[in-house]
Structure formats: structure tokens, C-alpha cells
């Protein structure tokens, strides 16, 4: 076969292919995960989670202080020159961009924690009681 033929060939095969490749992932056969592992979550859980999120937030602020401090000295001895207003503008995009990071860190990741693990303890009130009317002692 030359090399045109094989070439032809493989293009083909790969047209072909690109058509028909498309594949969902399943689980196995047997219902469990593909590692074994499954996730067990509480809300006890994700209240650790969203406390973690608050000690992430809490650093990232101490850090971005620290870092504003020493720019805002920086910029301070830029004045007088044609980069100091440049150097305004970076810190004021710099302080928008922190508290846009702050607040997500805040609301969106900590508070929708919060939010679930609020809606997995009455879940679970309501398992736990539905257990017990099930079961009288």
C-alpha cells in the first residue's frame, strides 16, 4: 500500500470516526463508583467546609492588606511622576477585584455552604423523625 493510500485510508477512518465518537461516562455495572469511594456528607460537614471557607477569606484579606500597604508607599513616592495617576488607577482596579474575590468567598462559597447545610439538617430532622414513627419503642 503507498503512502497516499494509507494516508487516504486514515483520514477516512477518521472522519468516520469523528461522527460516531462520542461516548458518556457510566458507573460500572454494579452501581458504585468507579474508585470505590462514595461521598457521605452531612450538615455538620458542610459547616466545616464553610468555616474553612471563612479562614481562607480571613488570610486572603490579612495578605492582600499587607500587599496594599506596601503598594500604596510605593505609589506614594511616584508623585510627580507621569506613571503616579497610572499607578492611582491600578489601585483602585486592585481594591475593586479584592472585595470582588472577598464577597465570593464570603457569599458564594461560605454562604452557599451555610445555605446547604441548613437544608441538609432539616432533611435530616425530618429522616430522623420519619424513622422514628416508623420504629415505635
Given at each position: ?5 494509507m ?63 506596601e ?11 507621569k ?55
Amino acid at each position: 500500500m503507498s503512502f497516499d493510500e494509507m494516508w487516504g485510508k486514515a483520514r477516512s477512518d477518521a472522519a468516520a470516526r469523528q461522527y460516531s465518537s462520542m461516548q458518556l461516562n457510566q458507573l460500572p455495572a454494579d452501581g458504585g463508583s468507579a474508585s470505590g469511594k462514595k461521598l457521605v456528607t452531612d450538615s455538620g460537614f458542610l459547616r466545616r467546609r464553610a468555616t474553612n471557607s471563612d479562614s481562607v477569606r480571613d488570610d486572603f484579606m490579612k495578605a492582600d492588606n499587607s500587599a496594599t500597604k506596601e503598594t500604596e508607599q510605593v505609589g506614594a513616592s511616584l508623585k510627580g511622576f507621569k506613571s503616579g495617576p497610572k499607578f492611582s488607577t491600578f489601585m483602585t482596579r486592585w481594591r475593586g477585584q479584592m472585595k470582588y474575590v472577598e464577597n465570593l468567598l464570603k457569599n458564594d462559597i461560605a454562604g452557599t455552604l451555610r445555605t446547604s447545610a441548613d437544608e441538609y439538617a432539616l432533611r435530616e430532622q425530618k429522616e430522623k423523625a420519619r424513622h422514628s414513627n416508623q420504629n415505635p419503642k
